[in-house]
């Protein structure tokens, strides 16, 4: 599991509407095969919101080929009501884009049969070839979407009566009054989210502070049942520093000083690319950098690379290879994924194209490096192989 920590809840809300543009755009959806996005409501999505309408409207982002999954809905509400979660997503995000409306799907809390509405929603879902990224937010005990504490780790979409916690917190959309709340909603179940091929969960405040806690530093447990990301292959947290204060202060430097380690990865020193040709494995025309121990696997590879002459184009084109294999690789550590990539990058920097690229390939097969950071290593080279 992945966590991301941001300053505050605006921070939160570009990074992973910025994570759900590159998301989108890698994907290269199409008609014939949609991007597949799970979307929450409540206030802890609205930043993102905010920012993706924003990326839309300067034509950065498109949702026509973007079908959407929302997770839940109060029962007794119908679609116009400004509290339904309808309004909310049409008011909030669906109006300001270009989705189809027939790409958006949110159950029916007005359905004569609500298991029923349930159990088409279950199939809508797989009739879609399932959920590519489901975005989630929690409440203060821990849910994810209305799936209350004491839940099943394995349930899915059904109808929920809602928590008297849960009722407290969604009063304030409805002028403070807990008698206006309804007591009962239609949600996916913990199954169902555990389902998509990815997940990422937007924690903030000091109210989730507890949550997150449990979440990352317990066990998993059907009482907080955003715990259950810790048993998804692909499953990341944005949270910012007041999510924070219930955490341990070593795990949250853990996992900063992995998002340190990425970003100092991608400002390593490549000499090769700001001036002077790597084509044909020529070296480089300013000092080279210090040689750095390869591992074995990499040391093999780029041995046998040496017999080969390839462009800088090639090196780029490992890189891109290597992201997508060390992110789909889920036996391999973050730690060792970042040491693959500096070997890549160091043998880049010794002038050595062919030995990168063969140093990516061989970093594929023992290591794993967050997507996104590969992905910006891979813009990062293209870049500089422009300027040669």
């Known amino acids: 599991m992945r966590l991301v920590v941001q ?10 509407a910025h994570y759900v543009q590159e998301r989108i755009r890698r994907f290269k959806p199409t008609a014939e095969r949609p991007f597949v996005l799970g979307l929450p409501t409540g206030s802890s999505p609205l930043p993102t919101y905010r920012k993706l309408v924003e990326l839309h409207k300067s034509g950065q982002l498109s949702f026509e080929h973007v079908v959407t999954v929302n997770m839940d809905e109060y029962v007794g509400l119908s679609p116009t009501h400004e509290q339904s979660y309808h ?32 159990d088409k929603y279950e199939a809508m ?3 879609l070839g399932g959920i590519e990224l489901f975005l989630g937010g929690i409440g203060p005990d821990g849910h994810i979407a209305f799936n209350e504490p004491g839940s099943s780790l394995c349930s899915r979409t059904r109808v929920k009566t809602l928590a008297y916690d849960t009722i407290v917190a969604n009063s304030r ?16 179940g913990v199954g169902t989210v555990m389902d998509a091929r990815e997940v990422l969960v937007i924690i903030t405040g000091v109210s989730k502070a507890l949550a997150l806690h449990k979440c990352i530093e317990e066990g998993v447990s059907h009482m907080w049942t955003v715990s259950c990301l810790q048993q998804h292959p692909r499953a990341c947290i944005a949270c910012d520093e007041d999510a924070t204060l219930e955490c341990k202060v070593k795990t949250i430097r853990y996992f900063k000083g992995l998002q340190d380690t990425q970003l100092k990865l991608l400002q390593l020193p490549m000499e090769g690319y700001g001036g002077t040709s790597l084509t044909r494995g020529s070296s480089t025309g300013s ?24 462009s800088a184009s090639s090196v780029m084109a490992a890189m891109s290879r290597a992201a997508e294999r060390l992110s789909d690789d889920r036996s391999v550590s973050s730690v060792d994924g970042a040491n693959a990539f500096r070997e890549l990058a160091t043998v880049a920097a010794r002038g050595k194209p062919a030995a990168a690229a063969a140093a990516a390939s061989a970093g594929a097969s023992s290591g794993r490096a967050p997507k996104r950071g590969a992905d ?9 192989a422009r300027d040669v």
């Open 376 to 384: 910006d290593a891979s813009r990062s080279a293209a870049k500089r």
């Open 87 to 118: 309004a909310f997503m049409w008011t909030n995000l669906f109006e300001h884009i270009d989705i189809r409306p027939e790409n958006v799907h949110i159950l029916d809390g007005m359905a004569e049969d609500l298991q029923a509405e349930c």
């Open 287 to 310: 000092a080279a950098a210090a040689p750095a121990p390869l591992s074995s696997t990499a040391r093999m590879a780029v041995q046998e690379a040496r017999k080969d002459r390839l």
């Open 125 to 127: 879902i797989e009739d």
């Open 173 to 188: 959309f409805f002028g403070g009054d807990i008698a206006k709340v309804p007591t009962m909603a239609l949600t996916v």
């Open 7 to 16: 300053e505050d809840a605006e921070s939160v809300g570009e990074w992973v």
